[in-house]
Every structure is written in C-alpha cells, then in structure tokens.
C-alpha cells in the first residue's frame, strides 16, 4: 500500500521552497531519497545560484 504525503513535508530540500499542499508524494520513496542525500542538500545549490546571479 502506498503512503502519499503532503509535499511540503520535503520543502527543506530546496533553497527556494514554494508551499504546495496539494501535490502528494509516496512516504517510502522520499525517506529513501532523504537517506540518500548529502546532509545539508538544498536545490538548487546556493553557489550556484549566486553565480548564476551575478551580473556581469
């Protein structure tokens, strides 16, 4: 049986978070992910975002 969970509970993944209680995901599926992931992980990476950024 799957588990579906608000999105929002995987908002400290992104450096940007954007509430969107609407959309459901698998529990078991993003537990597996969040194991996976580097501790600290953010997308899009704030380095990049500031290089990104800057103007030339």
């Not at 993003?30 to 800057?54: A, H, Q, R, W």
């Amino acid at each position: 049986m799957t588990l579906l969970v608000p999105s929002d509970l995987y908002n400290r993944w992104f450096s940007v978070p954007v509430s969107t209680p609407h959309i459901e995901v698998d529990y078991e599926t993003m537990n597996t992910l969040m194991e996976k992931l580097p501790k600290g992980y953010v997308f899009p990476d704030p380095v990049s975002m500031v290089i990104l950024n800057e103007k030339d």
